[in-house]
């Protein structure tokens, strides 16, 4: 069972103490207890975030492999949407809002789920919100 969308941007503030703040591990202790939904690709993206943090010395060895198996370790439900549907809802949101096809599968992950959004990235947000979708924010 998933409880919200999680965007890369989001599960990457995780992994950086200059990064993490009250969203982050709010979402964070979300998703440990009630698992997320994440398009394919967000593995590849996260697999990036770790490698560019350890080029640019934020994260060593060692943090990359803690880090790794964090990951692996969420219960997450991959959506591996069909080309189809990539080239036409995707495209379509990524036009309409102006975003990355990247981005893009996320809001469009939510929008067909109904499931609110954990995301950093400002634009995204700002879609998610023009459409309707649900961002999650800490209570209180």
Known sequence: MSSLVLDASMALAWCFEDELDEQADFVLQKVAREGAAVPSLWFTEIANGLLFGKRRGRLGEADVERLATLFLNLALTVDDSQA???FKAVLSVAQRFGLT????????L?????????TKDDALAAAAEACGVVLVRPVG
């Open 101 to 108: 096809a990247y981005d893009a599968t996320y809001l469009e």
């Open 110 to 118: 939510a929008m067909r789920t109904g499931l609110p959004l954990a």
């Open 84 to 86: 189809e549907r990539i």
